[in-house]
């Protein structure tokens, strides 16, 4: 007997994927060359990327409370705090703000089955994956050109989603440029 397997669970354990290399990475990528005095001297060397830094932590920070949604809609066990650093925001909520982002990766990806049957999948969570996937990779100067309407079809014939979730996607984005 052949089980099939949703095709969302394999786009999003690759999402979840490249998102936790990107924020293991991040923080010691090499800038990129700047034409114009550096300030630094002869000699010297930036040990951390800031900006990678500031990225890996608000990956970090926003897979985080998927996870909670997660496991509050679906009975799951909890995500860990202590894989997190937390601070208080002015409202008094708890935010993380940093941490051990590969657990919570691992977290993701052991309940991906889950995940991607929710509602809020689609339209929510994978929208904010992209669009953090699609920060760090232009940090990183991967970012790759647009696709054509073609290749989004194809995506979504191969992920299961419809027609009509695609052209949404394709009009959220013509939107946003």
């Known amino acids: 007997m052949r089980v099939m397997v949703d095709p969302r669970v394999n786009q999003f354990l690759g999402m979840v994927n490249d998102?936790?290399?990107?924020?293991?990475?991040?923080?010691?990528?090499?800038?990129?060359?700047?034409?114009?005095?550096?300030?630094?001297?002869?000699?010297s060397a930036v040990l951390v990327n800031v900006s990678g830094l500031d990225l890996a932590r608000e990956i970090h920070a926003v897979l985080v409370p998927w996870c909670d949604l997660a496991a509050e809609e679906c009975g799951l066990e909890e995500l860990d705090p202590a894989w997190s650093s937390w601070t208080r925001t002015p409202s008094g909520a708890w935010v993380a703000t940093g941490g051990n982002t590969a657990e919570v990766a691992r977290w993701l990806r052991s309940n991906a089955g889950f995940i991607v049957a929710r509602p809020w999948y689609v339209d929510e969570m994978w929208p904010e994956l992209f669009e953090l996937r699609r920060k760090a990779r232009g940090l990183m100067g991967l970012w790759r050109p647009s696709r054509s309407m073609r290749d989004l079809v194809v995506e979504a014939a191969t992920s299961g989603g419809t027609l009509e979730e695609m052209r949404e996607v394709a009009r959220a984005r013509r939107a946003e440029g």
């Open 19 to 43: 998102l936790e290399e990107a924020a293991r990475v991040l923080p010691r990528w090499p800038k990129r060359k700047v034409e114009g005095p550096s300030g630094g001297g002869s000699g």
